[in-house]
């Protein structure tokens, strides 16, 4: 499938899909790739499932945070709807205490089948794409599978075999994001699309958080570069403590290099030769070893946030020196901004680079 057929898919998508105002007053978390499944050790979401209960029970509820549920919700190609719903009653409950309005839900490729479920069925009506309109400016939100052919056209042939063969078997996590190549691919063909049309697109499906058009590893370099050009222009009773930061970037960053090696090429990061836009972000997933990473729009800036449990230690997080805010005194779950920018900055750069 060429890319002017992507083009001319994501363009349609973007025009007939419904636009909602977003305000400085709203607030909006972004989730994506819960997987959510039967609660046995065959659902991947069973080791972040308490984590995610309470941090919307006890955080996003009380602040009054709308929810985009942005597809692969329900994991559908290894467990059937039904299954789903009852291993999960206690969440769609959640997520009715929001207020059906301040769901939207939008639906991906491990959960394509609700399109085929009659709407009384359904707990809430289902979008493919939505857009949200800032000022003029516009926020175009979509699982992202629709950029890769696989999930395009077989989607069923991949749902049967997760379905009856490999989830039968115990294999588990196998997901498209664990290809770095189809993931580069994906993001490459949305920001592309993205900076065409000067509008910024929020997407899952790779699992892999990205923030202004970077990945965690672009963020690594960035913040290495930072900390050394601050090193020659502080005190030296400050450079030990500058030291210390850069060598746990630097570790981090050889890690994720280590392990990502074998796909070199396609882990740049740099979707053309230009000056990198900030188009593209990723909500990431909530199916990680070490957490969950969400996005939360509020007061006109967006964030990429970590939710980790500190009981399972304090591995691969971008910055040492990161604070850290508890759910709830003696609460084992935490909450690291990991990035933040202003939406009118975000959108006055897209407009005067392009």
Known sequence: MSNKIYERHLASLYESCEELPLDNDDKYLILSDLHMGNRSKKDDFILNRDLVYQILRDYYLPNNYKIILNGDIEELQKFTLETVHQSNKDFFDLFQEFG????IK????????????????????????????????????????????LYSKFNAVVGFLLKFIFHPLGIKNLYFAADSRKQFTTEKRIYQFSRQNSIVSIIGHTHRPLFESLSKREDLKLRMEAILRKYGKVEESKKKDLRIRLEALKKEWYNLSKQQKKEQPFNNGLYQKDLLQPNLFNSGCGIGKNGITALEISKGKIKLVHWIDVRRGNKKFYDPKKKRKSLKKNSPFQKIIIKQDDLDYIFNRIELLH
């Open 100 to 103: 059906h309005e301040n769901i």
């Open 106 to 149: 939008i639906w991906g490729n491990h959960d394509a089948e609700l399109t085929l479920q009659k709407e009384e069925n359904l707990t809430f009506p289902i979008r493919e794409a939505i857009k949200l309109n800032y000022k003029g400016r516009k926020l175009f939100i979509l699982h992202g599978h629709q950029a890769t052919m």
